[in-house]
């Protein structure tokens, strides 16, 4: 018996094989759903470097069952004084992505109490390591570099204080390169992150579900028409 490539492997763990985004694309974050035994495995819910998030990750939570009308969904649950200010967050880690291609995204939102916010981020290497890393510079991790974000696609935002499921998406293209530091560089990784946040000081929460990210095949030109000889 012939074995299976150990990434193949390592996809079913993710539940990969089953995740695909629109237009049945694979879903390039590696656990747009939730799945496993760590379901939060392949995102990001503390930030140790940003003064408004490094005691984020509390908030952060898998919805029981039944909760999120079946779904397998996070719920970001604040606290009295946090949506008010600077609200909860989620982000995806991010995975490679390729310069001047164009990306679909998804994110399936139920904001309950509060309003939320849906980004894709992308980031290059940060030509100044020695610098204060902050929500715009990232401290290198799990192999990458120390990162700079460079560029930002927000999603239509979902209705506010929403009882039920909006689908949220839109198709971007990340830039073929950026300028940083006055130097010309090419877009490595992206992430997709929600923040959920509202004009009260009083506790609230937003139930976010089945993240998608895909990249847009090329559209091919049309055939011309053959001229007679």
């Known amino acids: 018996m012939k074995r299976r490539p150990s990434i193949v492997a390592a996809m079913v763990s993710l539940g990969l094989t089953s995740a695909l985004a629109a237009g049945g694309a ?8 939730f799945e496993g035994k760590q379901p939060l495995h392949g995102w990001l819910t503390t930030f140790p470097d940003e003064a408004f998030y490094k005691d984020n990750g509390p908030y952060v939570k898998m919805a029981t069952t039944g909760e999120a009308e079946g779904r397998r969904a996070v719920v970001l649950d604040l606290p ?11 982000e995806s880690v991010p995975v490679p992505v390729e310069a001047g291609a164009t990306y679909h995204i998804e994110v399936d939102c ?14 290059s290497s940060d030509p100044h390591p020695e610098q204060k890393r902050t929500i715009f510079r990232r401290a290198a991790a799990d192999g990458r570099p120390p990162l700079m974000m460079c560029f930002r696609a927000q999603v239509p935002s979902p209705p506010g204080n929403a009882k039920s499921w909006t689908t949220v998406k839109r198709d971007f293209t990340v830039p073929k390169t950026v300028v940083i530091a006055g130097k010309d560089q090419a877009p490595e990784f992206i992430s997709v992150k929600v923040v959920n946040y509202g004009a009260t000081m009083g506790p609230g929460k937003s139930y976010f579900a089945n993240f998608r990210l895909s990249r847009v095949a090329p559209k091919t030109a049309d055939p011309q028409p053959a001229t007679a000889p």
Do not use: C, F, Y
């Open 26 to 33: 694979p879903n390039l974050l590696p656990n747009g759903n």
């Open 80 to 90: 009295a004084g946090i949506a008010g200010n600077q609200g909860g967050k989620l």
């Open 110 to 123: 139920m904001t309950w109490d509060l309003s939320a916010k849906v980004h894709a981020e992308a980031w």
